[in-house]
């Protein structure tokens, strides 16, 4: 396929891009790296015919597919609308990973397939929302290769994917680009150095959505956008901590701040994981690990109190057993939560300034009148954001990276005692990235709040955070458990 750009432009309700000159030519396979701004989707909706433009823009025939967090999010808000637990005697966990593939290609020798080359054959069977966040990833990638496209975009594809996962699908594309029949092209945009293919040679700069030409892998940290990036996200941390540090507020809790004692989670007749004992004590910060599918996510479900077993379990939050007369809301009011779920149970129509405003609420949406002072705080997180134009813009008009921002904020806002952060770079460009991590590292560093902190990327660890909770397979057991691990403390 063949695509040109000339003297174009587009925009939707977040974001632009505007291309001077851009020649794609057949067969050729582009990385695209945007540190401001999303401008995947808008190509994809732009190559797909469903967004409106101005300036010359072609392309010859040919079937385009597309895996983007935003298409993750749609399916799954579909699958939701599709819930009939209250009908059933079980609960309802969507449509099974082989049918939603099948879907797509009505093929079932491509279907099983395309189980078998992304790690999914052991998942067939399983409702879509039952699935993990890299679970999900793979089923999407898998839904878009059904359809036999000639030119592919990947939309940040290797976002929540775990180290195995990630480094087996970097061959697979490599595979799907050089293979002598039916070769695919391919359009990877990504936002994290690591995630830079080597196998593409052509690299396309985009700032804030607009083109800024051609970048060589040779020159890339010492490209001076690049370097004017570190140094704004740099800045913007320093505001975003003096704003937390002038509404600081001390928290007194007794031992345990939370612990489990002989965890176990199970649907049915299967163990998700047992034997978790996990002690979480004042001022400690942990980072949670293990493989897709293993239960990080469970488990941060049994603090937060949103899992159905946490009341099952032997657990202490806060210093009180958990079923001892305390509130959903006593417990929560000390938490903020960044997760996949909670932005997937954010679709209420509401503003970017009540998402911020939420979190003070502990809310889907905001149904209390805010303070003066809740409502100065949430527009100076705005502004940081550099998001005050979008202070009365719907949550869901926003691109999903904003979105992403906003829950950060809600999270924060309210200066939680345990901060749950669930892989909350996901879907964050560049810059947000960057400045989220000097935050959190700040936050950590000085023990404004304690992180319980989840990503499969070494290069999010953070250097305050001295404690590991990792989870391995028990082959025995036939399922996951759990190990302690404590980092050399680093010096002064």
């Not at 990973?97 to 069977?125: F, G, P, R, W």
């Not at 890339?220 to 990036?229: G, R, V």
Request: aromatic share 10%; glycine share 6%; charged share 25%.
């Amino acid at each position: 396929m063949e695509i040109t750009f000339e003297q174009f432009s587009t925009q939707d309700e977040s974001s632009i891009l505007t291309i001077p000159r851009w020649i794609i030519e057949h067969n050729q396979s582009w990385a695209i790296f945007c540190p401001e701004g999303e401008v995947g989707s808008l190509l994809a909706n732009v190559l797909g015919g469903t967004l409106a433009y101005q300036g010359q823009f072609s392309k010859t025939e040919g079937k385009i597919a597309q895996v983007s967090l935003g298409r993750q999010q749609l399916l799954l808000e579909e699958e939701l609308a599709k819930d009939e637990t209250d009908f059933l005697d079980v609960i309802d966990a969507g449509t099974s990973v082989y049918t939603l593939i099948y879907q797509e290609c009505k093929n079932d020798e491509l279907a099983q397939s395309l189980l078998m080359e992304l790690d999914l054959l052991h998942l067939k069977d399983s409702g879509f929302r039952q699935l993990s966040s890299g679970e999900t990833r793979r089923v999407m990638l898998a839904r878009s290769l059904a359809t036999k496209p000639d030119f592919l975009i990947l939309d940040n594809v290797l976002t929540g994917l775990d180290v195995a996962h990630r480094q087996s699908l970097v061959r697979y594309f490599t595979r799907l680009s050089q293979r002598v029949k039916r070769p695919i092209q391919m359009m990877v945009v990504f936002s994290r150095e690591e995630d830079m293919p080597d196998w593409i040679e052509h690299i396309a700069l985009f700032n804030q959505g607009g083109f800024e030409g051609l970048m060589d892998k040779v020159t890339w940290n010492t490209h001076p956008l690049i370097t004017q990036i570190k140094a704004q996200s740099m800045q913007q941390s320093e505001k975003m901590m003096a704003l937390i540090r002038h509404h600081q507020h001390p928290f007194q809790f007794d031992n345990p701040v939370f612990e489990i004692k002989d965890g176990q989670v199970n649907y049915l007749d299967n163990i998700f994981f047992t034997g978790v004992n996990w002690r979480i004590e004042n001022g400690d910060h942990w980072q949670i690990k293990g493989p897709n599918g293993c239960g990080k996510s469970t488990l941060l479900g049994l603090i937060f109190g949103d899992h159905p077993q946490c009341y099952s379990n032997d657990i202490d939050i806060f210093g009180r057993k958990r079923g001892s007369g305390e509130t959903i809301w006593e417990i929560k009011k000390h938490i903020g939560m960044v997760s996949s779920a909670l932005h997937l149970q954010y679709r209420v129509n509401c503003s970017a300034l009540q998402v911020i405003l939420s979190g003070f609420y502990d809310s889907i949406g905001l149904y209390s009148e805010p303070t003066r002072k809740e409502l100065a705080l949430a527009k100076e997180w705005l502004a940081i954001l550099h998001m005050s134009q979008y202070e009365k813009t719907s949550f869901r008009q926003l691109a999903y990276s904003q979105q992403r921002l906003l829950l950060i904020a809600r999270a924060i806002v309210k200066q939680p005692r345990l901060l749950i952060l669930d892989e909350p770079y996901q879907g964050l460009d560049y810059l947000g990235r960057r400045l989220m991590k000097n935050t959190l590292e700040l936050i950590a560093k000085e023990n404004l709040s304690q992180l319980l902190y989840v990503s499969h990327y070494q290069n999010d660890s953070l250097d305050s955070v001295h404690h590991e909770l990792v989870f391995v397979y028990d082959e025995a057991l036939d399922c996951y458990r759990t190990s302690v691990m404590h980092k050399k403390e680093q010096p002064e």
